[in-house]
């Protein structure tokens, strides 16, 4: 199973792709974590990318693209894997599937959860992880337990001003990519509004019914 996992900052991609790949037995390729662990190594690739980070911007598609091909043509893709946080412009979106023909191996599916821009920001600006197991938290809805919540972590692009540019980058570069799958018929709409363990389930039987649709 090869997929893709869009949607807005704060979406609840990164704890819906923990549990997709666990049940698809797929490797998991988060760009904004690859970025996060060069920044946290201190190489220049990290230094640069750090830049646009803090400030909500993307970093440049001539960094993103070279590193998620060389990724996925990895031995642990061969099997499947699941891109979350990429393509997020067009032009990564035309190179993906540039190395895909080339590959001569499709998508299965494209998985979008949907959230409206009035629930961002304070999903943004609750959300801490677990700097040991990664477990992502949010401090109203799904706060940490209490032999966790002295070690969480928040994310240094999950400030409200961050929150915004990144919202506004979404919508004039990624967005636009949906259309080019949604013709493919290759697109899950989900709605992402609820607790995780529902949202997963949408996505299943939503993936499930694609399936079985792309059987007949
Ligand atoms: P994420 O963890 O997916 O929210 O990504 C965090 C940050 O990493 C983004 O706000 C961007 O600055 C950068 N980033 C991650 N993926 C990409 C991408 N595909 N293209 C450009 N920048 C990216």
Redesign the pocket.
């Known amino acids: 199973m090869r997929m893709i996992l869009i949607g807005p ?1 704060g979406a609840g ?1 990164g704890t819906q792709a923990a549990n997709l790949v666990k049940r698809y037995q797929i490797t998991h390729i ?4 690859m ?1 996060r662990s060069a920044v946290k190594a201190g190489t220049e690739f990290g230094t640069q990318a750090d830049a ?2 803090k400030a ?4 440049p598609d001539e960094i ?1 693209i070279g590193m998620v091909l060389e990724r996925i043509a990895q031995p642990d893709c061969a099997a499947g894997f699941m891109l ?6 067009r032009a ?1 979106a035309a190179a993906l599937d540039a190395a895909l023909k080339a590959a001569e191996v499709g998508l299965d599916a494209v998985v979008l959860i949907d959230v409206a821009d009035a629930l961002i920001e304070e999903r943004i600006t609750g959300r801490r992880s677990d700097p040991e197991t990664k477990t992502i938290y949010h401090l109203k809805y799904n706060p940490p337990p209490a032999e966790v919540a002295g070690r969480v972590v928040q994310r240094k ?1 999950d400030t409200a001003e961050a929150c915004t540019a ?1 919202l506004g980058k979404y919508h004039k570069e990624t967005a636009p990519v949906i259309p080019f799958y949604e013709e493919a018929g290759l697109l899950v709409r989900v709605d992402g509004v609820g607790a995780p363990d529902e949202v997963f389930v949408r996505i299943t039987t939503a993936l499930e019914a694609l399936r079985t649709q792309a059987a007949t």
């Open positions: 900052p991609k988060s760009t904004g974590d970025f646009y980070m909500g911007d993307l970093v993103v979350d946080g990429f393509p997020r412009t990564q692009d990144r």
